[in-house]
């Protein structure tokens, strides 16, 4: 999962945005890559909440934070070690985001 602060990709320099985008782009190329993408901003969100047996609506992301889900990508990882390889390689680690590295619940 990827977080960063809301407008986090201004702070990137004109010459480097290129690269960034080449960047997220090879991971559709990486053979361990399921699947991703990116979210619109937290301000689009909508949080549900079931509460005695009512459905409740707030605008806006489930939590208050300074870095927001900003996106996904779903890895088939040998191991630990190798999901955090591709997790570095991820542009938004190396401009003040976060790379989340969390394993999926196997299916029985």
């Not at 609506?57 to 927001?68: I, S, W």
């Amino acid at each position: 999962m990827i977080y960063a602060q809301p407008g986090h990709d201004d702070a990137v320099p004109e010459a480097e945005r290129s690269t960034v985008q080449a960047d997220y782009e090879a991971l559709g190329d990486d053979p361990r890559f399921l699947g991703g993408t990116q979210l619109e901003p937290a301000e689009t969100a909508t949080s549900v909440r079931v509460a005695g047996g009512r459905t409740l609506l707030t605008d806006g992301p489930f939590a208050d934070t300074k870095e927001v889900l900003g996106g996904i990508v779903l890895i088939e990882a040998a191991d630990l070690d190798e999901a955090i390889e591709v997790a570095a390689g991820i542009p938004a680690a190396r401009y003040g985001g976060v790379v989340e590295v969390r394993p999926v619940v196997a299916r029985r």
